[in-house]
C-alpha cells in the first residue's frame, strides 16, 4: 500500500481520480470479515470513551466506517480537481510513522490500518469532508459539527500537539464555541 502511495505523493501534480483509483483497488481487498474485525477493534477502543456517550460514538464510528468502505468501492463520480501536494506527502508521512516504523498493529490478517488510510484520505482529500463526521461526540456533549459551509471540531487544538493524531489533516476548523448541538 505505501509503495503505491508513494508512487503518487513522487508526481508533480496529484488528481483526485489518481487517489480514487488507488483507494478503489485498495478498499477491493477489504472483506465484510475484515469489516468485522475493523469493528470489533472500534469496539474494544470504545471501551476507554467515556460512558456517557460511549454507544452515541461508537454507533456513529462504526456505521461511519463500515458505510465509507462501501462508499468508496461504489463511488463513480468523476474527480479532476489537484489535490494539495504538501498536505497529501504529510499524510502520507504520518501514516508511515503510525503504521511501519511503530508497528501499532502486528497482526497481518488485521487491515484496520488500510481501512483507516482509506477512510482518511477518501474523507479529507477526495470529499473534502472532516475525518469525524458530523455529529460525532466529545466530551462536554460537545460535536462535530457544520455551520455556514465550515466544518467546526471541539478538539481539533487539543489534538495538536499528538504526534499520531491525524486531526492536523483534517479539515475542520477547531469550534471556539461550546455548542451542545
Known amino acids: 500500500m505505501f509503495k503505491e502511495l508513494n508512487k503518487l505523493k513522487q508526481k508533480d501534480h496529484i488528481f483526485k481520480k489518481d487517489l480514487m483509483s488507488l483507494l478503489q483497488n485498495l478498499a477491493k481487498t477489504i472483506s465484510v470479515h475484515d469489516l468485522a474485525i475493523a469493528t470489533a477493534i472500534l469496539r474494544e477502543e470504545g471501551k476507554y470513551v467515556q460512558k456517557n456517550y ?3 460514538y461508537l454507533n456513529i464510528y462504526i456505521k461511519y466506517f463500515i458505510m465509507r468502505i462501501k462508499d468508496v468501492k461504489e463511488d ?3 474527480y479532476n480537481e489537484l489535490i494539495e501536494k504538501k498536505e497529501f506527502v504529510e499524510a502520507i508521512e504520518l501514516f508511515e ?3 511501519l516504523n511503530e ?3 502486528k497482526n497481518e490478517n488485521d487491515k484496520f490500518p488500510i481501512i483507516y488510510i482509506i477512510i482518511t484520505l477518501y474523507t479529507t482529500f477526495i470529499l473534502d469532508e472532516p475525518i469525524h463526521p ?3 461526540p ?7 459539527r457544520y455551520d455556514n459551509g465550515i466544518y467546526l471540531c471541539p478538539v481539533k487544538d487539543k489534538q495538536s500537539e499528538n504526534p499520531n493524531a ?3 489533516l ?3 476548523k477547531q469550534d471556539d464555541l461550546n455548542h451542545n448541538s
Open 54 to 56: 460511549r454507544e452515541e
Open 76 to 78: 463513480n463520480s468523476e
Open 97 to 99: 510513522s503510525q503504521f
Open 103 to 105: 508497528k501499532l498493529y
Open 134 to 136: 458530523v455529529g460525532t
Open 138 to 144: 466529545f466530551p462536554g456533549s460537545l460535536k462535530v
Open 166 to 168: 491525524v486531526c492536523k
Open 170 to 172: 483534517c479539515i475542520a
